[in-house]
T-cell receptor
Framework: DSGVTQTPKHLITATGQRVTLRCSPR?????VYWYQQSLDQGLQFLIQYYNGEERAKGNILERFSAQQFPDLHSELNLSSLELGDSALYFC?????????????FGSGTRLTVV | QKEVEQDPGPLSVPEGAIVSLNCTYS??????FMWYRQYSRKGPELLMYTYSSGNKEDGRFTAQVDKSSKYISLFIRDSQPSDSATYLC???????????FGSGTRLSIRP
């Protein structure tokens, strides 16, 4: 167990729908990162939050949004889902704003859009 | 051109062999380099971390960084079936918060 908790583990939903993925970082970590992993694109950075504030943004679609709450858990909201959004979504955490020593990943949420 | 290039494999070797995994990169600003191991249906886990050029050894694993060639390697000695996984190289620089990952090399160790 890495200490980073992601729920749900699996999600199957229809095109056009909206889903929320949840992440609890490792105890003491203030940064949360969201990544998307698909077969053809590999691990793609979506967004980072540090202590409740957005810190860095990557290749995140406008249909996707995230937030980090005062208790430091984070949610990734995916809306108007398309077939191409099917992927593994990983959350990772680190202690500081910068990831100089790497992240700790959760076990991911597998999203299937049908 | 991707910032980090990694041969996706798959790579299949017999148990006990030495495995060499490699990545090249284009951004000379990268300062730290990592290797992650990802088992099927699991999240990536940090295996090796190095800062700047040189070698770092940890048990059967050796990470090598050649910044002049923009080339990093991971060597696995006495490979075991339990080493079968996807290995992702990753890199970043101190002033940035995101880490850039290679696409991963799928490795299979045959008993």
């Amino acid at each position: 167990d890495s200490g980073v908790t992601q729920t749900p583990k699996h999600l199957i939903t229809a095109t056009g729908q909206r889903v929320t993925l949840r992440c609890s970082p490792r105890s003491g970590d203030l940064s949360v990162y969201w990544y998307q992993q698909s077969l053809d694109q590999g691990l793609q950075f979506l967004i980072q939050y540090y202590n409740g504030e957005e810190r860095a943004k990557g290749n995140i679609l406008e249909r996707f949004s995230a937030q980090q709450f005062p208790d430091l858990h984070s949610e990734l909201n995916l809306s108007s889902l398309e077939l191409g959004d099917s992927a593994l979504y990983f959350c990772a955490s680190s202690g500081g704003q910068l990831a100089s020593y790497g992240y700790t990943f959760g076990s991911g949420t597998r999203l299937t859009v049908v | 051109q991707k910032e980090v290039e990694q041969d996706p494999g798959p790579l299949s070797v017999p148990e006990g062999a030495i495995v060499s995994l490699n990545c090249t990169y284009s951004n000379s600003a990268f300062q730290y380099f990592m290797w992650y191991r990802q088992y099927s249906r699991k999240g990536p886990e940090l295996l090796m971390y190095t800062y700047s050029s040189g070698n770092k050894e940890d048990g059967r694993f050796t990470a090598q960084v050649d910044k002049s060639s923009k080339y990093i390697s991971l060597f696995i000695r006495d490979s075991q079936p339990s080493d079968s996984a996807t290995y992702l190289c990753a890199m970043g620089y101190s002033s940035a918060s995101k880490i850039i990952f290679g696409s991963g090399t799928r490795l299979s160790i045959r008993p």
